[in-house]
């Protein structure tokens, strides 16, 4: 079943389930995925790279709202922008720790012989190539740099 797939499916689910929250939720990644398939350039297609990208996306985005609303002192707002965060994050793959990605990376830049912080830009672009879609990308470059950096 592919990700539209699961997505529309979920929305049928979620519009009998009267759930207006998650519904709002599902129906952002179902646009944000036919923009992909639309836009100019496009296969018709979305790879499985392009749909992990997509819902990274979308939760990053949330989560900076979430923090915004919060620093406004808009908690309802907030709540509501976590939850569809939470949603969205169900269909990305299973999240790493942070110290596992610690791990994978040491094995990372003994693999790619680093050494010093030159190397940290090639090492961060191959962690982020192997990791999709589990970690993120800062977590990444920070790990990435403290290692480098003792």
Known sequence: MTLTERINDDIKKAMLARE???????????????LALTSEGSTG???????????QKLVKQRKETAEIYTGQKRDDLATAELF?????????PSQLDESQVTDYIS????????????????????????LAGQAESKTIALIVKNILSK
Do not use: F, P, T, W
């Open 107 to 130: 094995k990372l830049i003994i693999e790619m012989g680093a050494s010093s912080m030159k190397d940290m830009g090639k090492v961060v672009n191959e962690a982020n190539i192997r």
């Open 20 to 34: 207006k929250d998650k519904l709002e939720a599902l129906r952002a990644v179902k646009s944000a995925l036919l």
């Open 84 to 92: 569809q965060a939470d949603v969205i994050s169900q269909y990305l």
């Open 45 to 55: 297609e979305v790879s499985k790279d392009g749909e992990i990208k997509i819902l």
